[in-house]
């Protein structure tokens, strides 16, 4: 029997569980991480990752009682930058996914006939949230963390190299570094244009493969066999779908922690390209996955808790049966879910959140419920971007943190009149990993076997078809709000940047 332990980074909390080959979890612990956040900026600290996952991953082993662990793991959020020096230290707290400022960079990169022959090869789209307009952002800004930097990593690329010592990422999360994954290779040409040195970036490898064993006085000091081998997985857009049990055509996932993550699967093999999302090769399944992720998913429950909810025992029981006694529809009040600006599939960085409609009637009951039926409108927009590419969706599975209300289980039903399949295990994040790293050691021939063992569902929810004409109407009104206050954002951004109020704030819980 082969165990697995991963450590899965969110943006709100560090978190370290061990599988086996069953599917089986066998222990868990997690801990919260620091935030660090203004108007464009948000940041972590690699050395705070680090210290509590040395903290977790001794706590999930004390758990079971010390069992034999064969490999490890790590996922993490994609396209946050870590930059460290030759002996893998940080140099700098790290570019966090939703972190905005190198809108500029990304617009000067866009502008290079370089990128243009890059663009055509690989279809990755220009996003100031990838990685060489940070890593541009860096050479502009923070010239002597640029001069320094002995490689720039993604978060699971770090924490791999505090685990074995080997600079390596996957090809998902090269592909954010614009990686051709057909030619398998870094962009040399346009990196060399911004003055960038292309040994700076990790080696790429498919998920799966096993890179080196755990460092020796690593493994001595946490209790974990030296035998014990550190696997590359994805970043954990990735993880999750895969942990989703998606394996067939017309199936998609929303996984809603911090983020909501919406993907489908496809195996046709002309799809329209769309560069409102990502079309990613999936070489094992011989298929493609097809769709995106957001800025905010579960983290606006987390919001409005913080906001209206601080003080009662029990916020999440409270806001759902709130939610409950206002209407479909939240008594006409609708609200742009924005409040981090926003990336699939509407990419836009000055982008903020609306109530629209308030009235003297409404009450924290209806606020509550607007922010819920959004995260529908959310899917609803995904889903609107997938199948301009021909891709078909039929049903939708369900995790994350978000998946434990009913009520938006229910409401997502509804306002998508698809059948919502919510998942016994919401940590697929977690176990999407684990059955990376199993199929790629050979325990499991692909990912529908690893699926069959880690992937169950706990209910599946009908969509009651008279609230979705309801909501058709609502998500109409809805993108309506959003192109009416969209050149109002960019008003906005320059009133602020001139107020110069940008102060930072701390946020345990993202």
């Not at 612990?29 to 660090?36: F, G, L, M, V, Y």
């Not at 800025?295 to 987390?302: D, F, K, V």
């Not at 929810?461 to 993108?479: A, C, F, R, T």
Request: aromatic content about 8%.
């Amino acid at each position: 029997m082969k165990n697995v332990m991963v450590i899965n980074m969110g943006l709100k909390s560090i978190r370290c569980i061990i599988f086996d080959e069953t599917g089986a979890k066998l222990s868990s612990a997690a801990i919260a991480i620091n935030t660090a956040i203004n108007q464009e900026r948000v940041e972590q600290e690699p050395t705070e990752w680090w210290e509590k996952a040395k903290q977790i991953i001794s706590k999930a082993l004390a758990d079971c009682n010390h069992i034999r662990i064969d490999y490890v793991t790590v996922t993490a959020s994609a396209s946050c930058l870590v930059c460290v020096d030759k002996d893998g230290k940080s140099l700098c707290r790290a570019f966090m996914i939703s972190d905005k400022r190198a809108e500029a960079e990304g617009k000067d990169i866009e502008a290079l006939k370089e990128y243009k022959e890059v663009l055509g090869r690989t279809g990755i789209s220009m996003s100031s949230s990838l990685m060489l307009p940070r890593i541009l952002w860096v050479k502009r800004h923070l010239p002597h963390v640029f001069e320094k930097t002995a490689c720039f990593l993604t978060p699971n690329d770090y924490m791999i190299f505090q685990l074995c010592g080997v600079y390596v990422t996957d090809y998902f999360n090269a592909m954010k570094y614009h990686y051709n994954t057909e030619t398998r290779s870094y962009p040399r040409e346009l990196v060399k244009a911004l003055g960038i040195c292309i040994d700076t970036f990790p080696k790429v490898e498919y998920p799966g493969t096993p890179i080196a064993p755990i460092r020796g006085e690593l493994a001595e000091s946490l209790g974990i066999s030296k035998t014990a081998q550190v696997v590359v997985s994805s970043y954990d857009a990735i993880c999750s779908f895969v942990g989703s049990g998606v394996s067939e055509d017309g199936e998609a996932s929303d996984v809603s922690g911090t983020v909501t993550v919406f993907r489908t699967l496809s195996r046709k093999k002309k799809l329209k390209e769309n560069s409102l999302i990502y079309n990613l090769p999936f070489y094992q399944e011989e298929a493609a996955i097809i769709g995106g992720s957001n800025n905010l998913g579960g983290g606006l429950i987390e919001w409005v808790k913080q906001c209206y909810y601080q003080k009662e025992i029990y916020p999440y029981e409270v806001m759902e049966m709130e939610a409950r006694e206002s209407l479909p529809g939240a008594r006409g009040l609708i609200f742009l879910p924005y409040l981090l600006g926003e990336r699939t599939p509407i990419w836009d960085d000055n982008a903020r959140g609306v109530f629209f409609g308030i009235e003297r009637m409404h009450t924290r009951k209806d606020m509550t419920r607007a922010v819920f039926e959004s995260t529908g409108f959310i899917d609803m927009d995904m889903i609107a971007a997938i199948e301009k590419t021909g891709a078909e969706i039929n049903s939708v599975r369900l995790s994350g943190g978000l998946a434990r209300i009913n009520l938006v289980s229910q409401i997502k039903a509804d306002i998508l009149g698809r059948d919502v399949l919510v998942l016994s295990e919401f940590e697929t994040t977690s176990s999407g990993a684990a059955m990376l790293v199993l199929v790629g050691v050979g325990v499991f021939q692909n990912i529908k076997e690893a699926a069959e063992r880690f992937a169950s569902v706990r209910m599946i929810i009908k969509p009651d078809m008279k609230n979705h004409e309801k909501y058709i109407e609502l998500y109409g009104l809805y993108k309506d709000t959003y192109e009416t206050v969209k050149e109002l954002y960019i008003r906005r951004k320059r009133v602020v940047d001139r107020l110069g109020n940008d102060r930072e704030v701390q946020i345990e819980n993202l």
